[in-house]
């Protein structure tokens, strides 16, 4: 499968972006899709994790009630929409599918098999 993430950018804190992800090639019924992000000088940290079928989500505490992982099944897509970002938010964003779902859980990037490129987001003070 190959991931194209798209909607990175330039905005103040206090904004809002909103990433998308689009899969082709093979997918699976019963697998996840995530957001991690990588900072400059930092090791990837989990963002948030999505399952294809029924919907399920995760989210890493620090943007949890600010960002909202979706999914459009129809077009293999998953989003992130990006509320009330900060100056921390600032990250290489990249999306991942995993040949999996979990109930609970899902944020190791060793579980997700296929990696996008990447899309830069900066947030300014």
């Known amino acids: 499968v190959q991931l194209q993430a798209s909607g990175g950018g330039l905005v103040q804190a206090g904004g809002s972006l909103r990433l998308s992800c689009t899969a082709s090639?093979?997918?699976?019924?019963?697998?996840?899709m995530g957001w991690f992000r990588q900072a400059p000088g930092k090791e990837r940290e989990f963002v948030a994790r999505?399952?294809?079928?029924?919907?399920?989500?995760y989210y890493a505490n620090s943007v949890k009630g600010r960002f909202t992982i979706s999914g459009d099944n129809a077009q293999n897509t998953v989003y992130l929409q990006m509320n009330s970002l900060k100056p921390e938010d600032t990250a290489v964003y990249y999306c991942?599918?995993?040949?999996?779902?979990?109930?609970?859980?899902?944020?190791?990037?060793?579980?997700?098999?296929?990696w996008g490129q990447g899309t830069l987001v900066t947030v300014s003070s």
């Open positions: 991942a599918q995993a040949q999996r779902a979990w109930s609970y859980g899902g944020s190791l990037a060793r579980d997700f098999d296929s």
């Open positions: 999505i399952n294809w079928s029924g919907g399920s989500t």
């Open positions: 090639g093979r997918t699976f019924s019963n697998s996840a």
